[in-house]
Each structure stands twice: as C-alpha cells, then as structure tokens.
C-alpha cells in the first residue's frame, strides 16, 4: 500500500495564496509523474496540474495558468503546488497522485495511487 500524504490546505481570503505539499514513498516518488487533482461539493474531479518524474515537464488546466506552479523536490520525495491569485471558484478538496509511467497525464484514471486530499477554501 502505497500512502501519499497531502498537506497545506486551509482557509484564504480571496488574491491570497497556499502552497501544498505532497509527500510520497522515495521509490514510487522518484520515478513517477505527479499530478493535482480537485473536487468541489457536487461537480466531479478535475484535473489541476502535473509534472513528470524528472520535473522537466508540466501541464496546468487552463483555469489555473499564470496562476498555479508545480515544483518537486526528490530528495525530498515531495511535490508542491504553489497556488496564487486564489479565486472562491478554486474551493475544492485537493488530491495528489502518482503515475507509476513517470510521464505527465491528466487523466485521473492513470494514475496509481492517490492521496486522501486536503481541504483548500477561498473566501469572498
């Protein structure tokens, strides 16, 4: 069983900013992609960014470009995602996820394993 454990989710004025961590056992974190994922009350997961293992690729949803950052440290075995400008519609729970392919995808279904989310909301 792989765990992955997400951390620093909380509750931010809107124009604010958050940074989650994400930690994940250093022989599945090493060689795998790593991606964020949200979900807010009633709508269904989405995909939020993703970097591949060697952290020279990543991706964004187009609602966070210019926005959000993805960073990962190895030899820490964690991921960050740097949230700024942080908008009330970016209220959701956020997951973290490894892809044992180490290749950025968006797709949650191709992903291995998951974290159990942290709440981030963005107040008005």
């Known amino acids: 069983q792989v765990q992955l454990v997400e951390s620093g989710g909380g509750l931010v004025q809107a124009g604010g900013s958050l940074r989650l961590s994400c930690t994940a056992p250093g022989r599945t974190f090493s060689s795998s992609a790593m991606g964020w994922f949200r979900q807010a009350p009633g709508k269904e997961r989405e995909f939020v960014s993703a970097?591949?293992?060697?952290?020279?690729?990543?991706d964004f949803a187009d609602s966070v470009k210019g926005r959000f950052t993805i960073s990962r440290d190895n030899s820490r075995s964690t991921v960050y995602l740097q949230m700024n400008s942080l908008k009330p519609e970016d209220t959701a729970v956020y997951y973290c996820?490894?892809?044992?392919?180490?290749?950025?995808?968006?797709?949650?279904?191709?992903?291995?394993?998951w974290g159990q989310g942290t709440q981030v909301t963005v107040s008005s």
């Open positions: 970097i591949s293992w060697t952290g020279g690729v990543k």
């Open positions: 996820a490894a892809a044992l392919g180490g290749t950025v995808v968006t797709a949650g279904w191709e992903y291995d394993y």
